[in-house]
């Protein structure tokens, strides 16, 4: 597969209530962080999760037993890794990765809107959560010094 659907039956950023699809392309990388390598790692080890198994209708990350990989666990897993590589666990928490998301977003395609329109952002508070990459900075000091507008 080339690219994957992924429905989002609803989230506190789903004003209308009505979910959102979201499609994802191979990223080609090696390291665990494509999207569909991963979804076709999942259907090879539990292909009822998928593609109208008998357990579709399922939440897709959950443990054995078939109950539900909740928030305040992944949270707790974010602060403990935090907490391994040195970071204050404080500072780590699921929204993290939300806030990486539309990061690395951002750094990758250096578009405000686009990143709104993903993350299904109604007001513009995504903003604060951004981190600009050094190539949107490099080079505005001297452009600033350069600069010599009439006001």
């Known amino acids: 597969a080339h690219s994957v659907s992924i429905r989002i039956i609803g989230s506190k950023t789903d004003i209308y209530n009505v979910g959102e699809v979201r ?84 750094n990758a395609t250096g578009s405000i809107d686009v990143v709104k329109r993903f993350g299904r952002w109604v007001s513009s508070a995504f903003q604060g959560y951004l981190w600009e990459a050094d190539k949107h900075s490099e080079g505005a000091s001297a452009a600033m010094a350069r600069h010599r507008a009439s006001l």
Request: one cysteine or more; charged letters at 20%.
């Open 23 to 106: 499609k994802h392309f191979r990223s080609g990388d090696t390291e665990g962080l494509c999207p569909v390598q991963a979804l076709q790692d999942l259907h090879r080890h539990f292909p009822d999760r998928l593609n109208g198994g008998a357990k579709v209708g399922e939440p897709i990350c959950r443990w054995g037993d078939g109950s539900p990989i909740f928030r305040s666990q992944v949270a707790s897993w974010l602060e403990r890794a935090a907490a391994a590589h040195g970071v204050p666990p404080t500072r780590m928490g699921s929204h993290s990765l939300r806030i990486g998301g539309a990061t690395a977003l951002f």
